[in-house]
């Protein structure tokens, strides 16, 4: 039996819940219970919330799980990424007041810089050479500079409608980030089939998907050439 993690509610749940769909992988989480047996297939779904499933991954209280890639790196535990899966896209971004002069990196030496990515912002910041201070919020990041809590900020952003709300611009990418898969690194002989089989399933879904795309975006004079091209 394989034990899968997905997001219990949030930005993941629906894609990572349709995703398994897909994979012919129902689960009846009407109820929105914690955990949930699939119907057709050798696996129970645990729903936790995101920044626990490296975690509980990397202890074996499930086997696999589906996580963004900026919990996955900011974690760092000892598991793996077995598939990306194009889904909850993202950048962990530095921004600074829409009124601050930015002209490059350097800028943010001398700043303090509000996040709740300790340890992805002090890599970034290591790696080149600066030297600002980190100070760790737990939410509502956004809205440290405007109440003098910071200069700047390191945080999720997609369409940085809230940075605009909020008075910043986005300078820095420290991250481009979307949900991944990852694996426990020791599954027994049974889960890594049953792993096995369910990425079969989930490449399928993918190659079906990229099928449909090219057949509805090429021109009806190019379909001929591409069919031929494809396996
Ligand atoms: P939880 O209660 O599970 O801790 P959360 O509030 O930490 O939830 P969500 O806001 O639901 O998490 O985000 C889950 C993941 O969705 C993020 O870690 C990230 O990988 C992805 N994501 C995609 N776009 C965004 C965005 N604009 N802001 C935040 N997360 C995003
Ligand atoms: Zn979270």
Do not use: W
């Amino acid at each position: 039996m394989l034990k899968i993690a997905i997001q219990k509610s949030g930005r993941l749940y629906d894609q990572s819940v349709q995703l398994l769909k897909e994979c012919g992988i129902e689960l009846n989480n009407g109820n929105r219970q914690l955990k949930v047996q699939a119907f057709n297939f050798p696996a129970e779904a645990y729903f936790l919330r995101d920044d626990d499933i490296p975690q509980y991954v990397c202890d074996g209280v499930a086997d696999i799980g589906i996580v963004g890639e900026n919990v996955f790196f900011e974690k760092n535990k000892d598991i793996q990424i077995v598939r990306k899966l194009g889904f909850g896209r993202c950048r962990l971004s530095i921004a600074v007041p829409k009124s601050l002069k930015y002209s490059g990196l350097k800028d943010l030496n001398g700043l303090k810089i509000a996040t709740s990515y300790t340890v992805l912002l002090k890599k970034f910041l290591e790696k080149n050479n600066l030297k600002a201070e980190i100070h760790e919020i737990s939410g509502s990041v956004e809205i440290a500079p405007g109440i003098g809590l910071a200069d700047a900020i390191c945080d999720l952003v997609s369409s940085g409608s809230t940075l605009f709300t909020n008075n910043l611009k986005e300078v820095e990418v420290v991250l481009n980030s979307e949900a991944a898969l990852v694996a426990n690194k020791n599954l027994d002989e049974e889960n890594t089939k049953i792993l096995d089989n369910l990425l079969l399933r989930i490449d399928a879904v993918k190659a079906a998907k990229n099928y449909k795309y090219i057949m509805m975006n090429a021109p009806d004079h190019q379909l001929k050439n591409i069919c031929a091209l494809l396996p």
